[in-house]
């Protein structure tokens, strides 16, 4: 069946843009993450969706991070006012579970955002 | 708070023979442990996972790991090495007595299987 799907897979961005990407989860998943992954280093948790709830935004870096997931399914990371220090891949992940169900989660292919 | 470590940046093995790429982790609670695995420009697949029970866990593609709780450690390994098992693997935890609690990544160990 179809996996999570991620667009777009690359942006480039002028310092000072504002970005918009987008994560499709597998059909029925509760639980949706997002993940920011620096060059060699292993995903780090920015924010979780149970449905439409936001429940946790622990992770975002800076009030210019902002997440949604409106109808719980399809779910937007924007980035307002992009930096430099902000180029990474970006990483969605679904769960079929709730967070504290220890489901496994399901990654996409991840959109790799360079801010120039 | 909950951390996981890989101590080898990459591990080197010759095609056939056995692999191990080590992981150690802490939580103050029982662990959720995983392990997937990255292939270029590519997302994490999931490899396997260990909730609870038998602690050899068997996966995907020939895989498995052993939990030991006594060491807090999760190693990888595999029997006999493939060159195409040549990606980036990522352990995880998470700590099952704290719900809010994410899922925590190590840095990653690159795996080098050659023929």
């Known amino acids: 069946g179809a996996g999570v799907s991620q667009s777009p897979r690359y942006k480039v961005a002028k310092r000072g843009q504002d970005v918009a990407l987008r994560c499709d989860p597998i059909?029925?998943?509760?639980?949706l993450f997002w993940y920011q992954q620096a060059l060699g280093q292993g995903p780090e948790f920015l924010t979780y969706?149970?449905?439409?709830?936001?429940?946790?935004k622990s992770g975002l870096p800076s009030d210019r991070f902002f997440a949604e997931r409106p109808e719980g399914s399809v779910s937007t990371l924007k980035i307002q006012r992009t930096q430099q220090e902000d180029s990474a891949v970006y990483l969605c992940?679904?769960?079929?579970?709730?967070?504290?169900?220890?489901?496994?989660?399901?990654f996409g292919p991840g959109t790799r955002l360079l801010v120039l | 708070a909950q951390s996981v470590a890989q101590p080898e940046d990459q591990v080197n093995v010759a095609e056939g023979n056995p692999l191990t790429v080590k992981c150690t982790y802490s939580?103050?609670?029982?662990?959720?442990l995983f392990w997937y695995v990255q292939y270029p420009n590519r997302g994490l697949q999931f490899l396997l996972k260990?909730?609870?029970?038998?602690?050899l866990v068997k996966g995907s593609y020939g895989f498995e790991a052993e939990f030991n709780k006594s060491q807090t450690s999760f190693h990888l390994k595999k029997p006999s090495a493939l060159v195409s098992d040549s990606a980036l693997y990522f352990c995880?935890?998470?700590?099952?007595?704290?719900?809010?609690?994410?899922?925590?990544f190590g840095g990653g160990t690159r795996l080098m299987v050659k023929p």
């Open positions: 260990y909730i609870t029970g038998d602690n």
């Open positions: 995880a935890v998470r700590d099952k007595d704290n719900a809010g609690n994410m899922l925590t």
């Open positions: 992940a679904s769960s079929l579970y709730r967070l504290a169900e220890g489901g496994t989660q399901y």
């Open positions: 059909s029925g998943h509760v639980s």
């Open positions: 939580v103050s609670g029982n662990p959720y």
């Open positions: 969706f149970q449905n439409e709830a936001q429940l946790d």
